[in-house]
C-alpha cells in the first residue's frame, strides 16, 4: 500500500497532478519537490492567486490540501527517502545542439533525477514516468537504477504513467480523465498505481499496457492533435483565396462521426509544451529506425505550424501598406491558449517577433502573463513604445487600441469576446484593423464602429 508519494518537478504537469492526488487521497503524504526554490515559495504563498501554475480551480485544491498531506519543498533527498513511489516530472525540451538537435528530447534532467533517486531511495521504489519521454526511456531509468549495488537492500519498479492534460482544463482532466494510462512490467506496482488513480477514477478507463507502449502513446496522441490543427489551418488559407468559410467547412466535416468536430478550429497554430516537443521526437525517432517517408510525414504538420504564423504577421504587414514600422499594433493575448499562463512555444512569439524586426510598436495584453514572461519570450525588454521595433505591456484592451493602427487577436481569453468595439475604435488611427487569428471577435460590432476585419479562414 502507498503511504507516501514523492514528485519531483513542481511545474505545469507535476504540481497540477499531486495536488488532485493529495486531495482525492486525503490518506497519502505528498511532496512536491524542486529545485526552484522560487518556484517553491510561490507553491507555499498563502495568496494562493501568487501559485506559478495558473489553472482554473487550482487554488481552490491547493488550499484544502497544502499543509493537511500536501507538502511543498526543496528538500529533495529527504523526501525521496521517505516516499513509496516517486514521480518523475521535469522538463524534457528539445534538445538545442549535439546529436538530434532540434527534434530529439533533451533526457539531462530524467537521468539526473534518476540518479537522485537511485542514490536517496530507501527499499522498494516505484518510480513513475510522469514526463513526455521517448520511447525506451525507461529501459534508460531502470539501468541507472538497476546500477545501485543489491547489498544497500534498495529494489525498484518503473512505470510509465503519461499526462493527458490541456492547460486550461487541467483540473477537470485529472479529475475525469478519458483515461488513464499505466505502463509496466510489474503487475505489483501497476496494481499499486491503479489503486491511488481507482480512488476516483472508473475501473475501465484505467489502461494498462507495456512500458514501450504507454510511452509512444503518449507521442501519438499528441502528434494527431497537432495534425488536425495543421490540418484545418491549411484549409483556412485555401477559405480565405476561394470566398469559403473555415467554420462552415469544419462544421460540415465535423458532422461526421468518423471525423468529430474537436481541433477543428482554425487559428494561428498550436503550442505549448507537448506538441510541437513530441512531434519532433516522433520525426527523431521514425528517422533512427530507417522510416524517413513516415519521419517527412510528421515534420510537415510542424513545417506547416511554422508557416501558419509567419502568414499571419506578413498578412497584418501587407494590409498595413506594406510597412509597420513605427506603427502601433496592439496584441490581445500572449499566452498559448486561454485560461493558462504558459507561453511556451505560443504562436504569439513567432507572430511578435516577426513584427518587431518590422520596426511595429506592440501593445501587449494578456490577463495572466506577466511582463517578465515577455521579455523572456521576445528576446528583448520591454521599450518606451515611441520608437519602432519596441513593445510594453498594458493593462486593458482600451491601452492596447490607443493610437493603434491594429488589433491582433491571438489567445482566445472570454474577455476579448466582450469588448466595446463603438469605444476601442475611437482610440484608433484610421483606416484601423483588426486582425482576429481566433475567430472569436464580434466583427459585425468591430466593422460597426470603423474597423476592417481580417478574420482566419473567412474569403
Known amino acids: ?258 471525423i ?10 498550436f503550442g505549448g509544451s507537448c506538441f510541437q516537443k513530441d512531434i519532433l521526437n516522433l520525426v527523431y525517432l521514425c528517422g533512427h529506425y530507417g522510416l524517413h517517408e513516415v519521419a517527412a510525414y510528421w515534420q510537415q504538420v510542424v513545417t506547416l505550424n511554422t508557416w501558419q504564423q509567419q502568414r499571419i504577421a506578413r498578412l497584418v504587414v501587407n494590409r498595413l501598406f506594406g510597412t509597420v514600422s513605427g506603427k502601433r499594433i496592439g496584441v490581445l493575448g500572449f499566452a498559448f491558449k486561454a485560461d493558462t499562463n504558459d507561453t511556451r512555444e505560443s504562436p504569439a512569439i513567432r507572430i511578435c517577433r516577426d513584427l518587431l524586426e518590422e520596426g511595429a510598436v506592440l501593445q501587449i495584453v494578456d490577463p495572466k502573463v506577466s511582463e517578465r514572461q515577455l521579455e523572456q519570450d521576445l528576446g528583448q525588454p520591454a521599450g518606451d513604445g515611441n520608437g519602432a521595433g519596441c513593445w510594453h505591456q498594458v493593462p486593458d484592451v482600451q491601452q492596447a487600441a490607443c493610437g493603434a493602427d491594429a488589433l491582433l487577436l491571438l489567445t482566445e481569453w472570454q474577455e476579448f469576446a466582450q469588448i466595446d468595439w463603438a469605444a476601442v475604435g475611437e482610440l484608433m488611427r484610421r483606416p484601423a484593423w483588426l486582425f482576429d487569428a481566433r475567430a472569436k471577435a464580434d466583427a459585425s460590432a468591430a466593422r460597426a464602429a470603423g474597423l476592417q476585419v481580417w478574420t482566419v479562414g473567412e474569403g
Open 1 to 258: 500500500m502507498i503511504r507516501s508519494i514523492c514528485c519531483i518537478g513542481a511545474g505545469y504537469v507535476g504540481g497540477p497532478t499531486m495536488v488532485v492526488i493529495a486531495d482525492r487521497c486525503p490518506g497519502i503524504q505528498v511532496t512536491v519537490v524542486d529545485l526552484n526554490a522560487e518556484r517553491i515559495a510561490a507553491w507555499n504563498d498563502p495568496d494562493l492567486s501568487q501559485l506559478p501554475v495558473y489553472e482554473p480551480g487550482l487554488d481552490e485544491l491547493v488550499g484544502r490540501a497544502r499543509g493537511r498531506n500536501l507538502h511543498f519543498s526543496t528538500a529533495v533527498e529527504a523526501a525521496i527517502a521517505g516516499a513509496d513511489m516517486v514521480f518523475l516530472s521535469v522538463n524534457t525540451p528539445t534538445k538545442t545542439k549535439g546529436v538530434g538537435a532540434g527534434q530529439a528530447s533533451d533526457l539531462r534532467w530524467i537521468e539526473a533525477s534518476a540518479r537522485q533517486v537511485a542514490a536517496c531511495a530507501q527499499g522498494h521504489t516505484i518510480v513513475v514516468e510522469k514526463s513526455t519521454l521517448p520511447v525506451r526511456t525507461a529501459e534508460t531509468v531502470q539501468t541507472i537504477l538497476n546500477a545501485v549495488p543489491g547489498a544497500e537492500g534498495k529494489t525498484f519498479s518503473v512505470l510509465s504513467n503519461p499526462e493527458f492534460l490541456a492547460e486550461g482544463t487541467a483540473i477537470a482532466d485529472l479529475q475525469a480523465p478519458d483515461r488513464v494510462l499505466i505502463g509496466g512490467e510489474d503487475p505489483a506496482a501497476i496494481d499499486a498505481l491503479a489503486a491511488i488513480y481507482g480512488q476516483w477514477v472508473p475501473a475501465e478507463r484505467i489502461l494498462r499496457t507495456n512500458l514501450w507502449s504507454s510511452e509512444l502513446s503518449k507521442l501519438t496522441a499528441n502528434a494527431f492533435l497537432a495534425q488536425r490543427i495543421s490540418s484545418i489551418n491549411a484549409i483556412a488559407a485555401l477559405c480565405e483565396a476561394t470566398g469559403a468559410d473555415v467554420g462552415e467547412v469544419a462544421k460540415a466535416i465535423g458532422a461526421d462521426s468518423r
Open 260 to 269: 468529430g468536430a474537436k481541433f477543428l478550429q482554425a487559428g494561428p497554430g
